[in-house]
């Protein structure tokens, strides 16, 4: 990649960080590779770094792949007037201080070599094997000659999909945009901006989710750096004011030391600076920063056991801060991130010291993220039979540790061919800093992870891919839930399917779909069917995902019905209350009217506790035929809850229509959050067969519940029959 030059004022370099002396190596370039079978003395100091970490590890691939880097970069000069080998050479150092294997060192020395010079793809597969060939091409910038504006985004796609089949090509990229970052100096600043942008939306959030936190802090503050020059400077001055003075957090640390030893568990204590944007980040969140907000104390053990034991030792001899007691041991965060986070005040009027309790292999791993996994294609063991490398039985490479999130990226950018669209989709993606889980309720396919604020729907898309478009709704820990639900960590989550397969969203999910792959397969479908969203837009129009109001009658309101209860006022006129709908054998009460007629509420009604407290007279009335046991037919309001789904109207009245009662009037509400509600005016043969018919309708694919009405369906318009 293109290299830049020199930045003035470049951040503070992190403790134990070595850089390499690039004049050292550029004079060593240019008096060119060593005799054969000895180690150049430009990767010299790359080779014991890489010792360090893999004592066994074959340097001889090294040596090549710099001999025909050297050769083949020699004459190249970066804008700040070194040999260009020194960018690989310091690409190459970068990742092996991390601890990656020779393979990804030997690709790095390598990584600008097809794109800036006459080397092949080819000549490298023969000289190096496949996985070599395989990121050195991961990381080769497609040409703007051929791609144009797009040149970038479908840069970054080849880029992604190829790290979705080995993380390495992103450990690769990552390393060259720190080198150039540190570099960029010398470019025009409106560049330094864009190039910094782009670090900061994508490169940024991907070492996040990748663990690299190592680089992932540098780019960070080189970014501060170049986008917010004057936070920088007052961040700057607030580092270097309080390097001037004791560090009272090394106080903390000798204390935490003294309980470890008495309680004899073995543990290395370190106080741990913050990187610029990290004390940045603290000031605004606290608003002052004291001098332990600057640092946290890194307490390193064995065992994961001891951890916990840490963790109580401090809790037991020093006064913990409970509400910043975190456990990312039992429950990794989804970057590989394992440490126990506490927080203590150490000495009496102190200030609170942040404390990180881990393993040294939890710590390789929090600072190296996916580099100190090692190779994902490791030689199986001698005798096993083998293939090309990472290749699998139907010849695609399948990386074992690719993360879910990862899989779920490059599932949704096949489906987005438009470079625009895939880039503004990607920093939208990139843009979720975090990851919940959710568990299926069935318990198969395990869990999926999701970005916090996701909602029902996202679950939907995320499960069941363009199949979620009939999803009706959902249970969330067991409760009905709606598909605007926003789901939390550790939900389990039983999704609820329409059984008609051209079933499709509501426009209306757009609101609430949050991840890419959702919001891209609704509009799709939306776009594909441009009547859903016509009928969503006009609120007069019938919707069988009900969407607008859909009324029906098939009784004339005005149409006698026979009246099954008889008062004691012999003669008088009595009828049934429309707001309470009583049918038997419902316990009731009944008013007086005007024009003498007698109105029969059921004794729960509240009209009856209304004018019970004004002061009217009840008039008993009782059921017709309740001595002999018959039952007269009646009219009853019921109210059916239901998730809005395609032919719910018509599944409803057939149930209805099957237990022999007849509609006087319906009325379907607008839906709410994909709810609605149905309110039906009943005629019933027998007041004994209403148990039944909310059974009935009960049972109808969507509908959670079935109650009586406080008052009848309004029918408009009503068809007579």
């Known amino acids: 990649m293109s290299a830049e030059a020199t930045n003035p004022g470049p951040p503070v370099r992190r403790r134990g960080r070595p850089r390499i002396d690039l004049r050292r190596l550029g004079r060593a370039a240019l008096l060119g590779p060593a005799q054969r079978d000895r180690l150049p003395d430009a990767i010299d100091h790359v080779a014991k770094v890489h010792r360090a970490h893999h004592p066994g590890a074959d340097l001889d691939p090294l040596r090549r792949a710099y001999v025909l880097a050297e050769s083949s970069h020699r004459g190249q000069m970066r804008k700040s007037g070194e040999p260009y080998i020194t960018h690989p050479l310091a690409v190459t150092l970068i990742l092996a201080e991390l601890g990656a294997e020779t393979t990804t060192l030997t690709a790095s020395l390598l990584h600008d070599t097809v794109e800036d010079t006459d080397v092949t793809l080819d000549q490298v597969r023969e000289e190096f094997g496949e996985e070599v060939r395989y990121l050195v091409d991961g990381v080769t910038k497609l040409e703007k000659v051929d791609y144009g504006a797009a040149a970038e985004p479908e840069t970054f796609r080849k ?11 992103m450990s690769i990229k990552l390393a060259d945009r720190l080198h150039n970052m540190r570099t960029l100096g010398v470019m025009r600043p409106e560049k330094q901006a864009r190039i910094a942008k782009v670090t900061r939306d994508v490169l940024i959030p991907l070492a996040e989710r990748l663990g690299v936190q190592a680089l992932k802090s540098e780019l960070e503050d080189l970014v501060f750096a170049i986008l917010h020059p004057e936070e920088y400077a007052l961040t700057r001055d607030l580092v270097s004011d309080h390097a001037s003075r004791p560090d009272p957090l090394d106080a903390v640390a000798e204390q935490v030391r003294s309980v470890l030893r008495e309680a004899d568990i073995g543990a290395e204590v370190l106080v741990r600076p913050r990187h610029f944007v990290s004390v940045h980040r603290v000031r605004l969140k606290r608003g002052e920063l004291g001098d332990a907000g600057f640092g946290r104390i890194l307490v390193l053990v064995t065992e994961d056991a001891d951890c916990y034991a840490v963790l109580g030792e401090l809790h037991t001899c020093l006064t913990p801060v409970i509400s910043e007691f975190k456990d990312f041991i039992a429950r990794p965060k989804f970057n590989l991130y394992q440490s126990l986070h506490t ?13 990180l309790i881990r393993t040294h292999q939890m710590h390789l791993v929090a600072e190296a993220g996916v580099v100190a996994l090692g190779n994902p294609y490791a030689p199986p063991a001698e005798g096993a039979e083998t293939g090309a490398p990472g290749e699998t039985a139907d010849g695609e490479r399948a990386d074992p540790t690719r993360p879910g999130w990862l899989s779920r990226l490059l599932a949704w950018q096949q489906a987005t061919p438009d470079p625009d669209a895939f880039w503004t989709s990607l920093r939208d993606d990139l843009a979720q800093d975090a ?13 999926v992870g999701l970005p916090p604020g996701a909602s029902c729907v996202d679950a939907a898309y995320a499960l069941h891919g363009e199949a979620a478009h009939s999803c009706i709704g959902a249970r969330v820990n067991g409760r009905l839930a709606t598909l605007a639900t926003v789901l939390g960590d550790g939900d389990t989550l039983q999704l609820l399917m329409a059984q008609d397969p051209a079933a499709g969203p509501s426009p209306d999910w757009l609101e609430y779909a949050r991840t890419p792959a959702a919001r891209l397969a609704i509009t799709r479908w939306l776009a594909a069917h441009p009547e859903a969203q016509k009928a969503a837009a006009d609120p007069a129009s019938p919707s069988e995902h009900g969407s607008a109001p859909a009324e029906a009658g098939a009784r004339e309101a005005g149409q006698a019905a026979p009246v099954a209860a008889v008062a004691d006022l012999p003669g008088a006129p009595v009828r049934l209350a429309g707001c309470c709908t009583p049918v038997p054998p419902d316990a009731v009460t009944g008013f007086a009217v005007r024009g003498g007629a007698v109105t029969v509420h059921r004794t729960q009604c509240p009209a009856v506790a209304r004018m019970t407290v004004a002061g009217r007279s009840t008039v008993g009335v009782r059921w017709r035929g309740r001595g002999d046991g018959g039952s007269a037919d009646c009219r009853v309001t019921l109210t059916a809850e239901a998730l809005g789904r395609p032919h719910l109207l018509a599944d409803l009245t057939e149930a209805i229509a099957l237990e022999g009662a007849a509609i006087v009037s319906a009325a379907v509400e607008p839906p709410h959050q994909q709810r609605v509600r149905h309110t039906y005016t009943l005629q019933l ?15 109808v694919p969507g509908v959670y519940d079935v109650s009586r009405a406080q008052r009848p369906a309004t029918a408009v318009p009503r068809v007579t029959t």
Request: charged residues 25%; glycine residues 14%.
């Open 159 to 169: 880029m992604l999909v190829a790290t979705g089949n080995d993380v390495r090509v």
């Open 343 to 355: 927080a203590v005040v150490a000495r009496p009027g102190g200030e609170v010291a942040e404390v």
């Open 435 to 447: 990851e919940i889980t959710v568990f299926r309720a069935d318990g198969e396919g395990g869990a």
């Open 685 to 699: 043969p027998d007041a004994a067969g209403l148990p039944a018919l909310m059974r009935a309708m009960l049972k």
